[in-house]
């Protein structure tokens, strides 16, 4: 979840809501919360099954599951689409942003290429593999980037977040629902919650889950506002960036942290491409049969580099994210409480109890 929005959500925020965006922040991980115990309700009534498993059976006739799979399989594209193209267009944002500010000579062609042959690496190892890489870098990305939003508040000017709620109610629901797109990467779940223990411990884990990246993202919304005003924050590229330039380390540790906060930040868009281009592999090989789930990840590759290069510029890139988020928002907010109805409709399985 932690990945290339955390340069835009400032933005974003302001955007939606001005001085009030990092309130509608909040909201938007009370939103991602809710969607995600929704996923994880219905991982609990059907057990050990993927969202492929269970929406065949849900959708179509017990005795005829090809019914639910045809039915389905619009709804299995639509996810792979999304997770595909969320990797494709993660790994662009990110050759972008090193090649404007790190390595300006190099080609962007390779920095993208780097990063998704990086990916393939990782999606060729199995479900162990991924979690074991996801638990080293939590703490390695999470503790820099607190580090860093805090310093940042330094330069805050209280004046930059005031008024806290103009009474536009409208307004703050619609940012809600805009900044609610920043913590896409929960829906995953509904593939990975299969291989979890049963228990009353996965909604707990859940929420601390959305809660972690949630606070982070509440921080830095928080920081980019005060820092700089809704005026100026509007018209910045990579605010968070810029929010960085703008903070000391006591001390002088480091004279750029900028450097410091961009090698954390790799790191973390490396766990969005490689968790993205996981899942995408996992759901095509359940959804249309394929036995091989590195041979889809290696024919998927040059798709992702062709996908990754057709914005042309950086307006169409930012286009192109943002109807991508629409899907996102699609198959991680609706489809999951439209399958949840269905299954108490239906009275599939729960916990502890085989299926009727």
Same mark, same amino acid.
Request: aromatic residues 10%; hydrophobic residues 55%; proline residues 5%.
């Given at each position: 979840?932690?990945?290339?929005?955390?340069?835009?959500?400032?933005?974003?925020?302001? *955007?939606? &809501?001005?001085?009030?965006?990092?309130?509608?922040?909040?909201?938007?991980?009370? /939103?991602?919360?809710?969607?995600?115990?929704?996923?994880?309700?219905?991982?609990?009534?059907?057990?050990?099954?993927?969202?492929?498993?269970?929406?065949?059976?849900?959708?179509?006739?017990?005795?005829?599951? /090809?019914?639910?799979?045809?039915?389905?399989? $619009?709804?299995?594209?639509?996810?792979?689409?999304?997770? +595909?193209?969320?990797?494709?267009?993660?790994?662009?944002?990110?050759?972008?942003?090193?090649?404007?500010?790190?390595? @300006? *000579?190099? $080609?962007?062609?390779?920095?993208?290429?780097?990063?998704?042959? =990086?990916?393939?690496?990782?999606?060729?190892?199995?479900?162990?593999?991924?979690?074991?890489?996801?638990?080293?870098?939590?703490?390695?990305?999470?503790? #820099?980037?607190?580090?860093?939003?805090?310093? !940042?508040?330094?330069?805050?000017?209280?004046?930059?977040?005031? #008024?806290?709620?103009?009474?536009?109610?409208?307004?703050?629901?619609?940012?809600?629902?805009?900044?609610?797109?920043?913590?896409?990467?929960?829906?995953?779940?509904?593939?990975?919650?299969?291989? =979890?223990?049963?228990?009353?411990?996965?909604?707990?884990?859940?929420?601390?889950?959305?809660?972690?990246?949630?606070?982070?993202?509440?921080?830095?919304?928080?920081?980019?506002? &005060?820092?700089?005003?809704?005026?100026? /924050?509007?018209?910045?590229?990579?605010?968070?960036?810029?929010?960085?330039?703008?903070?000391?380390?006591?001390?002088?540790?480091?004279?750029?942290?900028? &450097?410091?906060?961009?090698?954390?930040?790799?790191?973390?868009?490396? =766990?969005?491409?490689?968790?993205?281009?996981?899942?995408? =592999?996992?759901? +095509?090989?359940?959804?249309?049969?394929?036995?091989?789930? @590195?041979?889809?990840?290696?024919?998927?590759?040059?798709?992702?580099?062709?996908?990754?290069? /057709?914005?042309? &510029?950086?307006?169409?890139?930012? *286009?192109?994210?943002?109807?991508?988020?629409?899907?996102?928002?699609?198959?991680?907010?609706?489809? #999951?409480?439209?399958?949840?109805?269905? !299954?108490?409709? @239906?009275?599939?399985?729960?916990?502890?109890?085989?299926?009727?």
């Amino acid at each position: 979840m932690i990945g290339i929005g955390v340069l835009t959500l400032p933005r974003m925020a302001a *955007e939606s &809501s001005g001085e009030s965006g990092w309130i509608v922040v909040i909201g938007g991980c009370l /939103l991602a919360i809710l969607a995600l115990s929704v996923i994880i309700k219905l991982s609990n009534r059907h057990p050990g099954q993927t969202i492929v498993d269970y929406a065949i059976r849900l959708l179509g006739p017990k005795r005829y599951p /090809l019914v639910g799979r045809l039915i389905g399989l $619009p709804l299995f594209t639509a996810y792979f689409l999304f997770w +595909a193209a969320s990797t494709a267009l993660i790994a662009r944002s990110f050759g972008e942003v090193v090649v404007t500010n790190v390595l @300006r *000579e190099t $080609p962007l062609e390779v920095v993208i290429l780097t990063m998704l042959f =990086t990916g393939l690496f990782f999606v060729m190892h199995d479900e162990q593999v991924l979690i074991r890489v996801n638990e080293i870098l939590l703490p390695i990305i999470v503790v #820099p980037v607190v580090i860093i939003a805090l310093s !940042s508040l330094q330069s805050a000017r209280l004046d930059n977040v005031l #008024p806290i709620f103009s009474g536009n109610w409208l307004g703050l629901l619609k940012g809600v629902f805009y900044t609610a797109g920043s913590y896409l990467g929960f829906e995953m779940m509904s593939i990975f919650l299969a291989n =979890t223990e049963q228990g009353g411990k996965r909604m707990t884990a859940g929420i601390i889950g959305v809660a972690i990246p949630g606070f982070i993202y509440v921080l830095i919304a928080f920081s980019g506002i &005060s820092v700089f005003g809704v005026d100026e /924050l509007r018209i910045l590229a990579w605010p968070t960036l810029e929010l960085v330039k703008t903070s000391e380390v006591p001390g002088l540790i480091l004279e750029r942290l900028e &450097s410091a906060f961009l090698g954390v930040w790799v790191a973390s868009v490396f =766990t969005s491409v490689g968790n993205m281009y996981f899942a995408a =592999t996992i759901i +095509a090989t359940q959804a249309y049969k394929v036995k091989s789930r @590195r041979w889809i990840a290696v024919l998927m590759l040059p798709v992702l580099y062709w996908f990754s290069m /057709l914005p042309p &510029s950086s307006q169409k890139l930012i *286009e192109y994210q943002r109807l991508n988020i629409y899907l996102g928002m699609c198959i991680a907010y609706v489809v #999951p409480v439209l399958l949840l109805l269905i !299954s108490f409709a @239906r009275g599939r399985s729960r916990p502890g109890k085989a299926s009727p």
